[in-house]
């Protein structure tokens, strides 16, 4: 599948490739997460699926619009996932805990800081999205065709009429630099 879009379209369409495709590029960040705090392959097989249910189940929803990328999307449902687990766990009385009080705090906690976390990026691709606005041509075709295309620098070349790729490679920095400078300064606002 060629854009992220287009993923979405046939993972609701309920093309295999694309549920595939996902679980390629983006389980392996769950797992290692969910590893690293406190589960297992076994935990981690389970919230992938549920978190990939979610995504099904909006991307048949027509009002559905992803504003972030897939795995992003994903990996903050399985999060939540795994914190709603272990809320549950420890509010259950055959699991006993020497700190359960201690713990649902420090998990109330943790999920607060990782929506702050979230919500932070989501305004942070919006400042980017509005610089990308404002950088003007080339630029930001340019930008598109390498970023977001996966174009080599020979086929931005060929396509942007410059004489070879380190020019084109030239041109790119100066766009990203003229980008960033814009950037940062709509963060500094």
């Known amino acids: 599948m060629n854009t992220e ?4 379209a046939a993972l609701a369409a309920g093309e295999r490739t694309a549920t595939e495709q ?10 290692g997460w969910l590893i690293k705090n406190g589960g ?19 991307a048949q929803e027509p009002e559905f619009r992803l504003t972030c990328s897939i795995g992003t999307y994903l990996f903050a ?16 009385p055959q699991i006993l805990h020497e700190n359960i009080g201690t713990e649902e705090d420090e998990i109330g906690i943790a999920y607060d800081d990782d929506v702050k976390v979230h919500h932070e990026r ?3 691709y919006e400042q980017l999205n509005s610089a ?7 630029c930001r075709s340019l930008l598109k065709a390498y970023y977001h295309d996966d174009k080599s620098m020979q086929e ?11 020019n084109a490679k030239t041109q790119k920095y100066k766009c990203l630099a003229r980008l960033r400078k814009l950037f940062y300064t709509m963060q500094a606002k």
Do not use: C
């Open 5 to 8: 879009q287009q993923l979405l």
């Open 22 to 31: 996902i679980y390629r590029q983006h389980y392996h960040i769950v797992n």
């Open 40 to 58: 297992n392959s076994v935990d981690a097989a389970d919230l992938f699926q549920e978190a990939m249910m979610v995504l099904f189940g909006k």
């Open 77 to 92: 449902v399985s999060k939540h996932l795994w914190y709603k687990r272990l809320q549950q766990q420890s509010r259950n």
């Open 122 to 124: 989501e305004a942070h």
């Open 132 to 138: 990308l606005g404002q950088i003007g041509e080339p």
């Open 156 to 166: 931005i070349a060929a396509d942007f009429g410059y004489t070879n790729p380190d």
